[in-house]
């Protein structure tokens, strides 16, 4: 019998977080905890206003906040600022707390940017603005794949900043953190007039954090690219695995598989 899981949607300022889980006392302890460190961001920013603005990688002090560690290791290794990862730090971190207070289901999305740990399956889907995969197809995240982190990153979608210019980079990880910093990253590459070259070269920038992300999905325009392990792709209005029918069905017949 699938688990009767409790939804609650809360906003904290300009955050916007979707919690699930099976249990009560978990999501009141996700909620408190995303509470706590978000203070604890905004105190630290004030003090250090810098933090919020660079889009290189910063060195924190070893007595900063936890959060706030977190979110400079999570992009370092990218190369850019530390808000990148501010979202997906913030999932894991409530993530933890759910898990700490006896959630066989905790999942977490923040602004697009997911941080899960499931017992049961379950579905994310694509979401890629105008593109004709959007709310198309999804992953089929299971037991196995948990802990894991995704995130998305568009430069058409979304108010988050991005050089780039794919319709959507979905990172997978082992943390929404990492995931977060790389799908930005990555977005960043995948730009320029030949809108092929432009995904391959994205796919080529991923591989080399291949030791740190456990892959990645590109979209842009009529091409489709990933490298890596990514979970299951299905289409979400059958719930059908790709293997079992085909994504040609859910698309139209210019998309390129790269």
């Known amino acids: 019998m699938k688990t009767h899981v409790i939804e609650e ?23 408190s905890t995303v509470t706590v460190h978000r203070m604890e961001l ?22 900063a906040p936890r959060i706030v560690k977190l979110m400079a290791q999570s992009t370092s290794p990218f190369d850019i600022g530390p808000m990148a990862a501010v979202a997906g730090v913030l999932a894991d971190i409530a993530v933890e707390a759910m898990l700490n207070a006896g959630a066989r289901i905790a999942i977490v999305e923040n602004g697009g940017e997911i ?29 196995s794949d948990c802990p894991i982190g995704i995130a ?5 979608v979304g108010h988050a900043i991005s050089f780039g210019e794919a319709d959507a980079v979905t990172v997978f990880a082992d943390t929404a953190g990492i995931a977060d910093g790389a799908a930005t990253a990555i977005c960043n590459s995948v730009k320029g007039k030949d809108v092929k070259a432009s995904v391959q ?15 990645v999905f590109i979209v842009r325009g009529k091409y489709v690219g990933s490298v890596g392990k990514i979970p299951k792709l299905v289409d979400v209005e059958s719930g059908l695995e790709q293997d079992k029918a085909s994504l040609k069905d859910v698309m139209d017949s210019n998309t390129v598989f790269l």
Request: avoid cysteine; charge should be negative.
């Open 9 to 31: 949607h809360r906003n904290f300022k300009e955050s916007s977080v979707l919690f699930k889980s099976e249990e009560r006392k978990a999501i009141d302890a996700a909620i």
């Open 42 to 63: 905004e105190i630290y920013i004030s003090l250090h206003p810098e933090f919020r603005y660079t889009l290189d990688p910063v060195m924190v002090e070893v007595d």
């Open 115 to 143: 941080s899960a740990s499931s017992d049961e399956p379950f579905t994310v889907g694509l979401y890629a603005g105008r593109n004709i995969l959007s709310k198309r197809i999804g992953f089929q995240i299971e037991p």
């Open 152 to 156: 998305t990153s568009s430069a058409t």
């Open 201 to 215: 070269r994205g796919l080529a920038f991923a591989e080399k954090f291949g030791n740190i992300i456990r892959g």
